[in-house]
Antibody, heavy 122, light 110 residues
């Protein structure tokens, strides 16, 4: 079965960096685009970024462009989110999610991990 | 990249039907049939309930159905049950590789 396990969350000061990881199993990781989606405490879902199955195409929500970088290592079945210049408004649970379309990325997330909490605070 | 608009809350009695709307723009919901609906229980990850406007993943109850007209998508839950009480989010492909989620709707079973 599809399993996605995020790690790397924690408390970080504003302006600092953090890297999240997402270990995937139970499916052909290298065949699917992967997303990051976040949810601030008590708030709704916000799509953050997507990387195509081979890692060539990457797209971001405007609020993180230039600060966050999505990447993947298909040999390790792992997705990453490098977050730089963190702000208070980046505080959220970060979910990794698989795209529902093999070799595409316009379907949107289907399977989700349980999330990892990032708290940006001094 | 503005969030899709959903009602903050919808409620109904057991056995009734409810409908949640999801209003976007011609650049997202109106342009693509990549509209999905997710159910989220407190403290849990979202679960895909509807994809490509009307399709249900295997294992999802046929009491849920989706539709779309112009820039507005809708999720209908028929025969409301206690287990349906949760938050529901729509999402849409918005072009150029980007996605947008709805503001979320809290469904209460009275």
């Amino acid at each position: 079965q599809v399993q996605l396990v995020e790690s790397g969350g924690g408390v970080v000061q504003p302006g600092r960096s953090l890297r999240l990881s997402c270990a995937a199993s139970g499916f052909s990781f290298s065949s699917y685009a992967m997303h990051w989606v976040r949810q601030a405490p008590g708030k709704g879902l916000e799509w953050v970024a997507v990387t195509s199955y081979e890692g060539v195409n990457k797209y971001y929500v405007d609020s993180v462009k230039g600060r966050f970088t999505i990447s993947r290592d298909n040999s390790m079945n792992t997705l990453y989110l490098q977050m730089n210049s963190l702000r208070g408004e980046d505080t959220a649970v970060y979910y990794c999610a698989r795209d529902g379309e093999k070799y595409g990325y316009s379907f949107g997330p289907d399977y989700w991990g349980q999330g990892t909490l990032v708290t940006v605070s001094s | 990249q503005s969030a899709l608009t959903q009602p903050a809350s919808v409620s109904g009695s057991p056995g009734q039907s409810i409908t949640i709307s999801c209003t976007g723009a011609s650049s997202d919901v109106g342009s693509y049939n990549f509209v999905s609906w997710y159910q989220q229980h407190p403290g849990k990850a979202p679960k895909l309930m509807i994809y490509e406007v009307t399709k249900r993943p295997s294992g999802v109850s046929d009491r849920l159905s989706g539709s779309k007209s112009a820039n507005t998508a809708s999720l209908t839950i028929s025969g409301l049950q206690a287990e349906d009480e949760a938050d529901y989010y729509c999402s849409s492909y918005a072009g150029s590789g980007t996605f947008v989620f709805g503001t979320g709707t809290k469904v209460t079973v009275l």
